[in-house]
């Protein structure tokens, strides 16, 4: 798979991205590595060159190139840090090149990838038609792209809301027992975090993709995914607005060790697939 | 303290819905006492479709709008499943 100069790229970095490394506990949660297995597995037999769009530390490329022997792989991801954790853990097995979704067709050339990879991560991908034409401008005809997400409306079941909702009120009283002030400011999540499957398979019809698949498949989330989950800035700081991010973290995790065992949650993933024409 | 009237606690938590949810402006005028609040939770009723973090961030803009500690008033989100849930809770807490 060939690639362009990497030399000038965009800056696509902002304050979020840049904390991605707090993401670590729950990249490794063995339910999220569960989750992106699924992912591999819809990947066609025949596809080697893989291009796995915001590849974080590599984890996910790592099982690709398991799964996947022979096959050639960069990955791409607007994080610094990631991407040099991607390397550590992978060295010359990948290729690894700063971007987003959107800049991949100057990362690529054209018509030079079997597979786009999206692992958990097209919910922050704000301009999604954009994304996907670059997507579709370097892979092959019949080239495929396959995405997943836990992170989209409709992923959540309505009888969890008791559980997330009252562990952040326990979070939330301990933040002010300790003197902390939380902002009572809406955070303003990206819409991109609330899209329908729906919204994804029309974005893959508009940018052309054929024999477009949606499925979703309901994962229970034990204890473990709960804490990897509390310790992320996109919870944390949501439920604890005001208070810094790595103390609002623990806060959140102390709260979840107040909650009675069993803890659980049912969470739906959903799987997409598309193929060029 | 004066009392809250009903309507004037409905435009209120209009706003705040609004607040945490620009995307719902659109829709303002179909917002009524009895949209319900939650994704999926009952599929005959016009649902806003928030999800927990959506919830978590309207008590938020609540307490800040109406001036209340809504976790000094036994509130749980689970409780509330319409607009007007909300707008007696906020009536009660005022």
Same mark, same amino acid.
């Given at each position: 798979?060939?690639?362009?100069?990497?030399?000038?790229?965009?800056?696509?970095?902002?304050?979020?991205?840049?904390?991605?490394?707090?993401?670590?506990?729950?990249?490794?949660?063995?339910?999220?590595?569960?989750?992106?297995?699924?992912?591999?597995?819809?990947?066609?037999?025949?596809?080697?060159?893989?291009?796995?769009?915001?590849?974080?530390?590599?984890?996910?490329?790592?099982?690709?190139?398991?799964?996947?022997? $022979?096959?050639?792989?960069?990955?791409?991801?607007?994080?610094?840090?990631?991407?040099?954790?991607?390397?550590?853990?992978?060295?010359?097995?990948?290729?690894?090149?700063?971007?987003?979704?959107?800049?991949?067709?100057?990362?690529?050339?054209?018509?030079?990838?079997?597979?786009?990879?999206?692992?958990?991560?097209?919910?922050?991908?704000?301009?999604?038609?954009?994304a996907l034409e670059a997507v579709r401008r370097v892979?092959?005809?019949?080239?495929?792209?396959?995405?997943?997400?836990?992170?989209?409306? $409709?992923?959540?079941?309505?009888?969890?809301?008791?559980?997330?909702?009252?562990?952040?009120?326990?979070?939330?009283?301990?933040?002010?027992?300790?003197?902390?002030?939380?902002?009572?400011?809406?955070?303003?999540?990206?819409?991109?975090?609330?899209?329908?499957?729906?919204?994804?398979?029309?974005?893959?019809?508009?940018? $052309?993709?054929?024999?477009?698949?949606?499925?979703?498949?309901?994962?229970?989330?034990?204890?473990?995914?709960?804490?990897?989950?509390?310790?992320?800035?996109?919870?944390?700081?949501?439920?604890?607005?005001?208070?810094?991010?790595?103390?609002?973290?623990?806060?959140?995790?102390?709260?979840?060790?107040?909650?009675?065992?069993?803890?659980?949650?049912?969470?739906?993933?959903?799987?997409?697939?598309?193929?060029?024409? | 303290?004066?009392?809250?009237?009903?309507?004037?606690?409905?435009?209120?938590?209009?706003?705040?819905?609004?607040?945490?949810?620009?995307?719902?402006?659109?829709?303002?005028?179909?917002?009524?006492?009895?949209?319900?609040?939650?994704?999926?939770?009952?599929?005959?009723?016009?649902?806003?479709?928030?999800?927990?973090?959506?919830?978590?961030?309207?008590?938020?803009?609540?307490?800040?709008?109406?001036?209340?500690?809504?976790?000094?008033?036994?509130?749980?989100?689970?409780?509330?499943?319409?607009?007007?849930?909300?707008?007696?809770?906020?009536?009660?807490?005022?």
């Amino acid at each position: 798979m060939e690639s362009t100069s990497t030399s000038e790229h965009p800056n696509y970095f902002n304050d979020e991205q840049q904390e991605s490394p707090e993401y670590a506990a729950l990249r490794r949660n063995p339910e999220y590595v569960a989750m992106n297995a699924r992912l591999v597995e819809r990947i066609p037999e025949q596809a080697r060159d893989i291009v796995d769009i915001g590849c974080g530390d590599g984890a996910v490329s790592e099982t690709l190139l398991d799964a996947r022997p $022979g096959s050639s792989l960069v990955g791409v991801d607007p994080s610094p840090a990631l991407l040099a954790a991607a390397e550590a853990r992978l060295g010359s097995r990948g290729r690894f090149l700063l971007g987003d979704a959107s800049s991949v067709a100057a990362l690529l050339s054209p018509c030079s990838c079997d597979v786009a990879v999206f692992a958990n991560c097209i919910h922050l991908v704000e301009d999604l038609p954009d994304a996907l034409e670059a997507v579709r401008r370097v892979l092959r005809p019949r080239g495929s792209v396959v995405i997943n997400s836990a992170f989209y409306a $409709g992923a959540e079941s309505p009888e969890d809301l008791a559980l997330y909702t009252d562990l952040i009120a326990a979070a939330r009283r301990k933040a002010k027992s300790e003197g902390l002030v939380l902002e009572r400011r809406p955070v303003g999540r990206p819409l991109s975090l609330r899209r329908k499957t729906s919204e994804y398979v029309s974005a893959l019809e508009q940018a $052309g993709f054929a024999d477009i698949t949606c499925e979703e498949v309901p994962f229970t989330l034990g204890r473990p995914f709960l804490t990897a989950l509390c310790s992320t800035p996109m919870f944390a700081s949501v439920a604890l607005a005001g208070v810094e991010r790595e103390r609002a973290a623990q806060l959140m995790v102390e709260a979840l060790e107040t909650v009675p065992d069993p803890v659980h949650v049912t969470r739906c993933c959903a799987y997409l697939t598309a193929r060029c024409p | 303290m004066v009392a809250l009237t009903e309507d004037t606690a409905f435009h209120g938590v209009v706003e705040v819905l609004i607040e945490v949810r620009p995307d719902l402006a659109e829709h303002r005028d179909r917002i009524t006492r009895d949209t319900g609040l939650f994704y999926g939770e009952d599929p005959s009723r016009p649902a806003l479709e928030l999800d927990s973090m959506d919830a978590l961030e309207l008590l938020s803009a609540l307490e800040r709008h109406f001036a209340l500690e809504l976790s000094d008033t036994g509130v749980r989100v689970v409780d509330l499943r319409t607009v007007g849930d909300v707008v007696d809770a906020i009536v009660r807490a005022v």
